[in-house]
């Protein structure tokens, strides 16, 4: 199990700002397909995915109790 933070954009597509993913997650990749498939009208290559607080790649690994954030790109001016 992780828990899920959502930020901005991506938290109201979701529709909520935290929740639990009970299923194992390998790496961040397979988060990114999981994610995905369950909010399709998202583009999850944009979205930043910080695992504990740093900044994450697709192939770094996820384990139980893990903290995830989901950052949407931010515009300025």
Excluded at 23 to 32: A, D
Excluded at 52 to 72: F, M, R, T, V
């Amino acid at each position: 199990m992780v828990l899920i933070k959502a930020f901005g954009k991506v938290k109201e597509e979701v529709g909520l700002g935290e929740f639990r993913i009970e299923e194992e997650m390998r790496n961040v990749k397979s988060l990114r397909k999981y994610l995905g498939d369950k909010y399709p009208t998202i583009q999850w290559s944009s979205v930043a995915i910080a695992v504990n607080k740093q900044y994450a790649e697709d192939q770094d690994p996820l384990h139980q109790g893990d903290e995830i954030a989901l950052i949407p790109p931010v515009s300025g001016g």
